[in-house]
């Protein structure tokens, strides 16, 4: 079966600093995987998603992820967070089969931002 | 992308009540529709796949009996917690999904169970 890792829980940065937020997957085949962000009480937004081609993914608010097959790793990335930014981030993966497979979810990482 | 909403976003009930929840799809034909349940600090969980004209497929542990699902109409799906009790608090969250399989997600609904 598919799963996803977070291993961070709670990261901490500074405005202005860079970001970088792990997953990892583990599947046989290279799934759909997807990055979404939720803040408190609010459902999930997508922020950017990775089908095939390009590794380097461009998302919205600044974000990209990379994708490494080697590493069966997507991480996220932003040059320069805004405090805007403190949410709750997802990294999701679906199999890449024909029909429609369910999204397995990370755990989930929790950005806070200090000014 | 489609455009999800739930009602209500917060509801509040006794022990022993039903509560029912709605998820439209505004703008997008969705024949399956998703049910998600977020405790507290952790991560989403699928409850069960909404499937219009037919009965829900319901993830291993969820009580089918408990969380009755009915997907009417291409453009809502409702969910119903049947005799709540406080540790189906939590956080309900709807969505759909296109053809590559994204998924758009309903701003979801928090119950709290006195």
């Known amino acids: 079966a598919q799963s996803v890792t977070q291993p961070d829980i709670h990261i901490t940065v500074s405005e202005g600093a860079s970001l970088e937020l792990r997953c990892n997957y583990s599947y046989g085949a290279t799934p759909y995987l997807f990055w979404y962000v939720q803040s408190p009480g609010q459902g999930l937004q997508l922020l950017l998603k990775?089908?095939?081609?390009?590794?380097l993914v461009q998302g919205i608010k600044g974000f990209e992820a990379e994708f490494k097959r080697s590493q069966s790793s997507f991480n996220l990335r932003k040059p320069s967070v805004h405090w805007s930014d403190a949410a709750e981030y997802f990294c999701a993966v679906v199999p890449f089969s024909g029909g429609y497979q369910k999204v397995t979810f990370g755990t989930g990482t929790k950005l806070q931002v200090i000014p | 992308g489609a455009v999800v909403s739930q009602h209500p976003s917060w509801v509040i009930c006794k022990s022993g009540t039903s509560v029912k929840i709605e998820c439209r799809s505004l703008?997008?034909?969705?024949?399956?529709m998703f049910w998600y349940r977020q405790f507290p600090k952790q991560s989403l969980m699928l409850m069960a796949t909404?499937?219009?004209?037919?009965?829900?497929?319901?993830e291993q542990g969820v009580e089918k009996d408990k969380f009755l699902i009915n997907h009417a109409s291409l453009t809502l799906s409702t969910l119903t917690v049947t005799s709540a009790h406080p540790e189906d608090s939590s956080f309900y969250i709807c969505s759909t999904k296109d053809n590559n399989n994204e998924q758009f997600f309903g701003p979801g609904t928090r119950l709290t169970v006195l």
């Open positions: 703008d997008f034909q969705a024949t399956t």
């Open positions: 909404s499937n219009e004209g037919s009965k829900a497929t319901y």
């Open positions: 990775y089908f095939s081609g390009d590794t």
